[in-house]
């Protein structure tokens, strides 16, 4: 299969296994291809520097299929990371720190009140927000929690930490 490579594997003593397919990826695609394997992620290119517009259909295309992965990252190597979250599952608490709006203040101030939130995958957004990453699923809201603090779930993706944005990474 083009864009593998094989790969013996050895066991803790040295001695040889079987071979492993291994995917020759961009250093993006290989990020989306691992979000997909590892995370069951439902993942979709987005234009290069870009958080928009996606490169496929993602409300239809989205997939964790290692091989459709691996085609689009071949076509656009330096393609962006989206993730669908319905399909991956994730409600996503989309902090932003933009438009005159500070939703890490906002986020505080919130958990002050009603306690902490459970420690979970946290990304830094390129304007200085964070995405925190939590498994379920419930509506989309935009500023309706508190100004800057949107919710991503269904009907909704974000883009993934590995993508860029002017220069500015999400990590």
Same mark, same amino acid.
């Given at each position: 299969m083009s864009g593998f490579k094989d #790969?013996? %594997?050895t066991d803790q003593n040295g001695r040889q296994q079987r071979k492993v397919r291994e995917p020759t990826l961009s250093k993006r695609g290989q990020i989306a291809f691992d979000y997909a394997v590892e995370r069951n992620w &439902? @993942? &979709?290119p987005v234009k290069a520097g870009r958080k928009q517009p996606p490169l496929v259909k993602w409300s239809e295309k989205a997939t964790n299929d290692p091989n459709v992965i691996q085609k689009w990252w071949d076509r656009w190597p330096e393609a962006n990371i989206g993730i669908a979250a319905g399909p991956s599952g994730l409600v996503v608490i989309d902090v932003d720190v933009k438009n005159g709006n500070n939703g890490i203040f906002e986020l505080e101030c919130l958990q002050a009140i009603h306690g902490e939130l459970q420690p979970t995958f946290t990304a830094t957004t390129p304007s200085g927000g964070l995405h925190l990453y939590f498994k379920g699923n419930v509506p989309s809201s935009n500023g309706k929690i508190a100004p800057g603090i949107d919710i991503k779930s269904? *009907? =909704?993706? @974000?883009? =993934?930490? *590995? %993508? @860029?944005? #002017?220069g500015n990474h999400h990590e």
């Open positions: #790969k013996n %594997s &439902f @993942v &979709f269904e *009907g =909704a993706y @974000v883009l =993934a930490p *590995g %993508s @860029v944005i #002017k």
